[in-house]
Structures are given as structure tokens and as C-alpha cells.
């Protein structure tokens, strides 16, 4: 297991570099290059020799190796993000403020995912073929397809405007501990996030299950008179939890990547909205610095769910499922 570690942790360690370098290097395919938000800052008035002079002021005037290369040993060496142009302050400071919102959000969101989906979706694999499960499935397909802003959208328009009248925006305060001082104003925001999760993790449990109920133990276990309910629970499930534990790690990035779109659309003042506003106004560091934690925590849920595969299912070796 030790092993499996270190080597997982390497392997994620190079993914990081690449995918520094690819983030680093894309403000340089601008039309304007790197001097983008010198444009911006500067507004109409900016001149060439204005323009140059911001670049000096703010290290752009360096060759791009020379650029890549402070900024790494400035991150790997102190947790230096780097400068926000816009706000004026260190983009760690910065994450430090929104980070936690989002992060409340996600795992409010996950949690709730996990109660509704599994539950829904061994039902539907006990009563398959039935109208709940027709229903259930239609239901599931719906709301897998559909974009997350166009959900959003709609129930904002079916509870914001309509009745029932709930918030149509959480309190505009970036204290992460306002969603449990106010959870009507988080119904929404939640509910969206919720609802396009539990689609697909529900739709892959019932898969799941019903794959498992066909297999040679299972039909032991009936034909030594177990009941419908201790085969299910004891043999199925059990041994079904294992692919959900690697769905489960797996969909870290995709509850992010729904929170910043749900975060813009409710305008909740999390890390959504603050990659809106940096990649709107050219803020390269702003945008890096979100990219990477979104990056460590995508690779962090991957070694956790290979993990918890192990601990889950003690019978597949971890060497094993890595190859």
C-alpha cells in the first residue's frame, strides 16, 4: 500500500507540472500576449510606452523561461502563488477567502448526493422494469443531459420568481459558515448541485447492483434461502460500493466544475464567481492559482478513491487495479 502510495504521488506530482506549464503558457497566445491585463488596467489611455513600463513594474519584461521558472520555485519553495493584478493582493489570499464557500458548497452537495442517490438506485434495481423505475430512469436521463446553467436557470425562475419565493442568492458575505446561519437562501444553489449529481451516481448504482445480483454468489446465497432483503444488503451491496467508491472520488472535479457554473448563475461569491471576474480581466495568477488547487484536489480525489477501493474490497489487490 506504502508503495502504491509514493508511486501515485509522483505520478500526480508530474500531472501538476504539466499542467503548470500549460496554464502558465496560455496568456502567452493572447492577441496581446502576456500585456493583456496591462491593457485592461490602463484602460484607453494606455500607450505603448505606458503599456511597457506596467509590464516592468509587474516582472512581465522577462524571457518566458525566466518567468516560468521564478514562479515555480516561488510555489514549491514558500506557497507563492503569485500577485492578483486586479485585486492588488496575493492570489493565496485570495483563495484563502473564497476557498471555503465553495468548498461548504460542494461538500453540503456530495453528502446530500450520496444520501439520495444510492438509496434511489438500489431501489430502482430492486423494482427494476417497473413504472418507478421507468420513471426514475427517464427522470436521471433528463437531468444528465441538460447544462448545468440551463437548471439553474429554470428553478430559478420556477422557486426565485414563482412561488414558493425562496432567495434567489445566498447573503453576499464570504464568511463560509453563512450556509448553516441561513440554509433557506442555500436551497437552490444546493438543490441544482444535487440534482445533476445524484442523475448520474443513481444511474451507475442501479448498473452496479444489477450486475452484481447476477453473479454466482449471489444465486448461492438465494438457493441457500436467503432472503430478498439480507442478499441485497448483505452480498449486493457490499460488493457494489466498491465501483461507487471510485465514482464517488472521481466526481470531486466534476462537483467543482458544477459549483463554479451554479456559484456564477446564483451569484454566490465563491470561486466561481472570482474565475469569472480573473479570466474576464486577464488575471493569469488568479486563474493559475484556482486551476491548481482544482488540480491537487481532482488528483487528491483519485489516490483517496484507489484507497478506499482497497479498504472497501480487501479482495482486490491495490497493485493490481492500478495496472
Not at 153 to 166: N, T
Request: include cysteine.
Amino acid at each position: 500500500m506504502l508503495s502504491f502510495i509514493v508511486r501515485r504521488l509522483i505520478q500526480s506530482f508530474v500531472v501538476l507540472l504539466i499542467i503548470i506549464v500549460i496554464t502558465f503558457s496560455l496568456p502567452y497566445l493572447e492577441p496581446k500576449g502576456i500585456y493583456a491585463p496591462a491593457y485592461l488596467a490602463l484602460g484607453t489611455r494606455a500607450t505603448p510606452m505606458m503599456v511597457q513600463a506596467w509590464g516592468v513594474a509587474h516582472g512581465m519584461d522577462h524571457p518566458y523561461l525566466w518567468r516560468l521558472g521564478s514562479y515555480m520555485w516561488g510555489l514549491f519553495t514558500h506557497f507563492n502563488l503569485g500577485y492578483s493584478f486586479q485585486a492588488g493582493r496575493p492570489v493565496m489570499g485570495i483563495l484563502r477567502l473564497y476557498v471555503p464557500r465553495t468548498i461548504w458548497l460542494a461538500l453540503v452537495s456530495l453528502i446530500l448526493t450520496c444520501l439520495i442517490a444510492v438509496p434511489l438506485g438500489i431501489f430502482q434495481a430492486q423494482r427494476r422494469n417497473t413504472a418507478f423505475d421507468y420513471s426514475a430512469t427517464g427522470v436521471a436521463f433528463v437531468l444528465y443531459a441538460m447544462p448545468s446553467f440551463l437548471l439553474c436557470s429554470l428553478v430559478l425562475d420556477a422557486f426565485g420568481f414563482r412561488a414558493p419565493h425562496l432567495p434567489i442568492s445566498p447573503p453576499s458575505g464570504v464568511a463560509p459558515w453563512l450556509i448553516f446561519q441561513d440554509p433557506k437562501a442555500f436551497i437552490m444553489p444546493v438543490g441544482c448541485l444535487v440534482l445533476l449529481s445524484v442523475a448520474g451516481l443513481s444511474r451507475f448504482m442501479r448498473g452496479t447492483v444489477l450486475e452484481v445480483l447476477v453473479q454466482d454468489y449471489v444465486r448461492t446465497a438465494k438457493a441457500k434461502g436467503c432472503s430478498s432483503r439480507r442478499v441485497l444488503f448483505k452480498h449486493a451491496f457490499r460488493n457494489a460500493m466498491g465501483p461507487i467508491v471510485t465514482i464517488l472520488g472521481l466526481s470531486i472535479p466534476g462537483l467543482l466544475g458544477g459549483a463554479l457554473i451554479i456559484e456564477d448563475v446564483f451569484n454566490y461569491g465563491g470561486l466561481g464567481v472570482e474565475t469569472v471576474n480573473a479570466a474576464l480581466s486577464s488575471d493569469v495568477y488568479v486563474v493559475l492559482g484556482i486551476t491548481l488547487l482544482v488540480s491537487i484536489l481532482t488528483l487528491l480525489g483519485n489516490l483517496l478513491a484507489d484507497v478506499a477501493l482497497g479498504i472497501v474490497n480487501p479482495r482486490i489487490r491495490i497493485e493490481g487495479v492500478t495496472r
